[in-house]
């Protein structure tokens, strides 16, 4: 046996250990109900691109009862990053998945496949495989995606849901060249198709205007959400071609208030990134002070009293722009990652990740996510509750013990430092 095939070997025996290592510890809540939890993995990685070299994306629709497709996307300038040889044509990826019901996390299905990507001049490499599905059934789909020699270590989770009626797995937005959508937001005047379940040719849109809210502190509680009536109503042949203009939510389907689903539309025109003075304005409000907003808002020149403010905060152009550089990158980390009935940066879980960064250690459980940071007493515990069971449709649950470590949070980027977990742990 050549050294290659034992290391083959051996790479698949690891994994099958991995996929199989989770545990049902008891985790009490408020009611005192046991409430299964998945502490095999740490998901924290699935949050922190630096984890491995290439960073893939997933996404999932259940077009029949029977089965669902999943898509990944690989960037190719982290292929090629990886890979360094600019003469490397092929790179391969070894994915493999575990089909759990997410109410007990028990494994349903495994498999493993084999990818070979041809290296091209495209902005990303796509790859698809099907799923068999059980009717009326909730599941979490984890993902591992290796290749050993390229530093390629990454494990996905995505949620699935197999129930009856139009629902938000139902559908998929593709681009006119037929790519796949990998967030529920679309760019304003960009023309997109979706396609929907079998049997299902049309579906009521309504309309909800974006509202220039931010998400409140940890520390405050949330207020009683009012009913919410759309702006307009329309009615969308799935297969059809659409624009929509007006930023908002698109909610597909007329479901109640909290279980809005459907297709968040920016103005930002490079999103989920962050490139224009227009774009950098919004996400300021995390730190800003309402009158300070309010004067860089107010303005005649955006980008001179935008590059006035950070630059007052660190005395420091070279500090200045390295805040810059990491804000606004944990700004397009989270549009990307949990975007739900908005930007992703306007989410619970995105003004935290914006301000701390990735987390530590991530626990899930079938409807909440655990983000812990920093280590011994010096830790600190964020849980988001997905209490409507959409997609990404995570809140905060608040309490008044947050105002010191978020007092901490907003006082070291503020003061033109960069908050990172390090400082909890006052090293």
């Known amino acids: 046996m050549n050294t290659r095939t034992f290391v083959y070997i051996l790479l698949i025996v690891v994994l099958a250990s991995l996929g199989g290592c989770f545990t049902l510890p008891q985790n009490n809540a408020a009611s005192n109900a046991p409430q299964p939890k998945s502490n095999a993995s740490d998901f924290s990685a699935m949050y922190n691109p630096s984890s491995s070299a290439v960073n893939p994306q997933i996404t999932a629709v259940v077009p029949s009862p029977n089965e669902a497709d999943v898509f990944f996307r690989l960037r190719t300038q982290e292929i090629r990053n990886a890979v360094a040889n600019p003469l490397e044509k092929k790179f391969p990826l070894y994915v493999k998945y575990f089909l759990r019901s997410a109410d007990d996390f028990h494994i349903i299905d495994t498999a493993s496949m084999n990818f070979n990507f041809e290296i091209t001049d495209s902005e990303y490499l796509y790859g698809k495989f099907k799923l068999v599905l059980r009717e009326n059934i909730r599941y979490k789909l984890v993902v591992d995606f290796v290749n050993v020699h390229y530093n390629v270590r990454k494990r996905l989770l995505c949620d699935i849901k197999n129930t009856s009626g139009f629902h938000e797995y139902s559908y998929i937005v593709k681009t006119l060249s037929g790519e796949v959508l990998f967030t529920n937001v679309v760019r304003a005047g960009q023309i997109v198709q979706i396609q929907g379940p079998l049997g299902k040719e049309t ?225």
Request: charged share 20%.
């Open 203 to 427: 579906v009521d849109v309504e309309y909800y205007a974006q509202k220039p809210y931010v998400p409140l502190s940890p520390y405050w509680s949330s207020p009683v959400k009012s009913p919410s009536i759309p702006d307009s109503v329309f009615r969308y042949r799935f297969g059809d071609t659409v624009s929509f203009d007006a930023p908002g939510l698109y909610a597909l389907g007329s479901t109640p208030k909290n279980d809005k689903f459907g297709i968040v539309v920016t103005k930002n025109h490079t999103y989920p990134n962050v490139t224009t003075v227009a774009d950098m304005l919004e996400p300021m409000k995390l730190i800003c002070t309402g009158r300070e907003y309010e004067l860089i808002d107010s303005s005649s020149n955006t980008k001179k009293a935008v590059d006035a403010y950070w630059l007052g905060l660190s005395k420091n152009e070279k500090n200045a722009k390295e805040q810059i550089r990491v804000f606004y990158s944990r700004v397009a980390l989270a549009n990307m990652m949990f975007a739900s009935s908005t930007e992703g940066w306007r989410t619970d879980r995105g003004m935290i990740y914006v301000m701390l960064g990735p987390p530590t250690v991530v626990n899930i459980t079938p409807t909440s996510e655990e983000w812990s940071y920093g280590s011994g007493q010096q830790s600190v515990v964020f849980t988001f509750e997905n209490y409507s069971g959409l997609r990404n449709g995570f809140s905060l649950l608040r309490s008044n013990t947050y105002q010191s470590i978020w007092q901490q949070v907003t006082t070291t980027w503020r003061s033109g430092k960069i908050f990172t977990v390090s400082k909890l742990n006052n090293e």
